[in-house]
C-alpha cells in the first residue's frame, strides 16, 4: 500500500507539470479535469512522505475546495436531493460530532481538578482572543456584513479535536489540550451565541436562544451520545440497568412521535413548546445511538477505528457544498479572506501564548494555549452557518480558514516538537 501511495503521489506531480505545459499551450479546457485529478493523487500519496504524511487530512480539504470551486453544480444538488438543506448539513456535522466524540472520554473532564488554573486561562484566551481578533480584522477589510459575521463566528467557536493531535505533535501538556477542549465545548452553547450577539449583532441578527439551542443540536447531543457510550461501556452493573431503563423510555417516546404525536403537536402547540419538545427528541436520539453504539462496538470492536474516518468524511462533505455554495465569494475575495485567516490564526498563536504566559502558566502549557486559541472547530461553524441558510457567505470564513489553521498548526507543532520544553516548570 505505502509503494502504491508512493506512485499516487509521483502521478499527482506529474498531472500538475501536464497541467501547467497545456496551461502555457493554451488548452483551458483541459485544466479542470487535470487539476482535480491532481489533486486526487496527492492526497492519496502524501502519507507515503514521511515529511507529509501529518498533512493528508489537510490535502483531503482542499481536494473538497478545488471540487467545489471546479464543479460547483455537481455539489449543490443531487436530483431532487438539495446538499445545502440545513437538516442534511445538521445530520452531517452531528455524525462528524459523534466521530470526534468517541474520541473523548469522561476522563477527559478529571483534569479540572488538577489544573483548575490553566484551564480557566485557556477559557478565558479561548473565548476572548479570537472573537475580539476576528471583529477588528473584518473592520479593517471591510466585509460585507454576513461574510463578516462568518469571520467573528469561527472566531467564537470552541476548539475542536484537532488541537489536541496539534498539541501531541508538539509535545505540550496534551492532558491540559483534552480537558480544555472538552470544557470549551460544554461552554459552547452559551459563550458562541453571547459573542456573536456582542460583537456580530450590528452585521447581521442574532436570536441568542436559537443559536444555543443549535449549538446543543450541533454539538452537546452528538458528543453526548459519544461520551453516554464511554460511561455506559465502562460503567457499573448497576448504572447499565440505570441506563437501560432510560434507553426504553427514550426508544418509546422516538417512536410514539414518530407514528404522528409530533405532527399532532405541531399543529396544536405553540412555537416555543416545540423546541422543548424537539430538544428532548434530539436527547432521546443521544440515549439511543450511545447505548446501540456500544452494543455495536462490542459486536465488532474494529468499527471504533473508522469513526474518524467517518468524521473525516463528513469535514470533507460540508467543505466541498461550503465551497460550492460560496464559489462566487471565493473568486471575488478568496485572496484576502486567506490573508484575514492567516492574521487571525497568528494572533490566536501570539495571544494565547503570551497571555497564558502573563497569567502565570508553564511553557508547555502555554503552547497548549495558544494550539487551542488558534484552532478553531470548522464543523461547528459551518453547522451554524447552514442552520442560518446562510452557508454561502457566513460558512465562506469556516470553508477557508479550516485548511489554512491546519497546515499552521501543523507547522507550529513540528517547530515546537523540535524545540522541546524538558521541564513542566515556570521558568
Not at 508538539?170 to 470549551?184: Q, R
Not at 447581521?204 to 453516554?228: H, N, R, S, W, Y
Not at 450511545?290 to 470533507?316: E, F, N, Q, R, T
Request: hydrophobic share 55%; net charge positive; aromatic share 10%.
Amino acid at each position: 500500500m505505502q509503494q502504491l501511495k508512493a506512485f499516487g503521489f509521483k502521478i499527482g506531480l506529474a498531472l500538475i507539470a501536464l497541467l501547467l505545459v497545456l496551461w502555457g499551450l493554451g488548452f483551458s479546457y483541459l485544466l479542470a479535469p487535470l487539476a482535480l485529478c491532481s489533486a486526487l493523487f496527492l492526497a492519496f500519496g502524501i502519507a507515503a512522505i514521511p515529511q507529509l504524511k501529518n498533512y493528508q487530512y489537510t490535502a483531503w480539504i482542499l481536494v473538497a475546495i478545488v471540487s467545489g470551486l471546479l464543479y460547483p453544480n455537481a455539489f449543490l444538488k443531487w436530483g431532487t436531493i438539495d446538499l445545502r438543506n440545513k437538516w442534511l448539513i445538521l445530520v452531517v456535522v452531528q455524525i462528524v460530532m459523534f466521530g470526534m466524540g468517541t474520541q473523548m472520554s469522561i476522563k477527559d473532564f478529571l483534569g479540572i481538578k488538577t489544573m483548575g488554573k490553566g484551564v480557566l486561562v485557556g477559557i478565558l484566551c479561548q473565548f476572548s482572543i479570537m472573537p475580539i481578533a476576528g471583529y477588528l480584522l473584518t473592520r479593517v477589510f471591510n466585509f460585507e456584513p454576513e461574510i463578516a459575521a462568518g469571520v467573528i463566528l469561527i472566531g467564537s467557536c470552541s476548539s475542536g479535536l484537532a488541537s489536541n493531535v496539534m498539541v501531541y505533535l508538539a509535545k505540550a501538556n496534551l492532558t491540559l489540550s483534552i480537558t480544555l477542549t472538552a470544557v470549551a465545548t460544554l461552554c459552547a452553547p452559551l459563550m458562541t451565541p453571547l459573542m456573536m450577539k456582542l460583537l456580530a449583532g450590528t452585521y447581521i441578527e442574532i436570536d441568542f436562544v436559537t443559536m444555543c439551542i443549535q449549538i446543543i443540536k450541533i454539538v452537546i447531543v452528538p458528543i453526548g451520545a459519544a461520551l453516554l457510550f464511554d460511561a455506559y461501556s465502562q460503567g457499573s452493573t448497576t448504572f447499565k440497568s440505570l441506563v437501560n431503563k432510560i434507553f426504553i423510555v427514550a426508544l418509546l417516546w422516538l417512536t410514539v412521535m414518530i407514528l404522528g404525536v409530533w405532527q399532532y403537536l405541531a399543529q396544536s402547540s405553540s412555537e416555543n413548546v416545540m423546541v422543548v419538545f424537539e430538544l428532548l427528541n434530539f436527547m432521546f436520539g443521544a440515549i439511543v445511538v450511545g447505548v446501540v453504539y456500544s452494543y455495536v462496538i462490542k459486536w465488532k470492536p474494529s468499527i471504533s477505528k473508522l469513526m474518524p474516518l467517518l468524521s473525516m468524511a463528513g469535514i470533507v462533505y460540508f467543505t466541498t457544498v461550503t465551497t460550492a455554495a460560496s464559489r462566487d465569494n471565493i473568486l471575488s475575495i478568496g485572496i484576502v479572506m486567506l490573508l484575514v485567516s492567516m492574521l487571525h490564526n497568528a494572533l490566536g498563536y501570539t495571544m494565547g501564548y503570551w497571555l497564558s504566559r502573563l497569567l502565570g502558566l508553564d511553557k508547555n502549557s502555554c503552547r497548549t494555549v495558544a494550539l487551542e486559541v488558534g484552532l478553531q472547530n470548522g464543523g461547528m461553524a459551518s453547522g451554524l452557518a447552514g442552520a442560518m441558510g446562510k452557508l454561502a457567505t457566513v460558512g465562506l470564513a469556516s470553508a477557508i480558514f479550516s485548511p489554512w489553521m491546519n497546515i499552521s498548526g501543523s507547522i507550529l507543532a513540528n517547530y515546537w516538537k523540535k524545540h522541546n520544553v524538558v521541564s513542566n516548570t515556570r521558568d
